[in-house]
Nanobody, 120 residues
Framework: VQLQASGGGLVQAGESLRLSCAASGTTISPYSVGWFRQVLGRERELLAAINWSGTGIYVEYSVKGRFAISRDNAKNTVYLQMNSLKPEDTAVYYC??????????????WGQGTLVTVSS
């Protein structure tokens, strides 16, 4: 599966963005998908993950209540809704997919990343 992340941009603190992870080459429906972010010089961190059916969702504690993950298998897309953005959310955001179920990862397929910049 090929993934393309989009929806990043420059926003002010307190605003919202919705990132999209669109799959091509095959249907995304059998895959669990995760959203990650990486700041230059720091390790990539998992933010949220969703299983193939959307019934299993994980959201990392530091963004819980502000970020939400969802999927629309008919549109072959997984979303990351980000609200109340803060300057420290500035990073490159990636989506990744795995056919493995019953846990989180390992993720085998990665998108190219989309830059989110939050100004104060």
């Amino acid at each position: 599966v090929q993934l393309q992340a989009s929806g990043g941009g420059l926003v002010q603190a307190g605003e919202s963005l919705r990132l999209s992870c669109a799959a091509s080459g095959t249907t995304i429906s059998p895959y669990s998908v995760g959203w990650f972010r990486q700041v230059l010089g720091r390790e990539r961190e998992l933010l949220a993950a969703i299983n193939w059916s959307g019934t299993g969702i994980y959201v990392e504690y530091s963004v819980k209540g502000r970020f939400a993950i969802s999927r629309d298998n008919a549109k072959n897309t997984v979303y990351l809704q980000m609200n109340s953005l803060k300057p420290e959310d500035t990073a490159v955001y990636y989506c990744a997919a795995t056919p493995h179920q019953g846990g989180i990862g390992p993720f085998d397929y990665w998108g190219q990343g989309t830059l989110v910049t939050v100004s104060s």
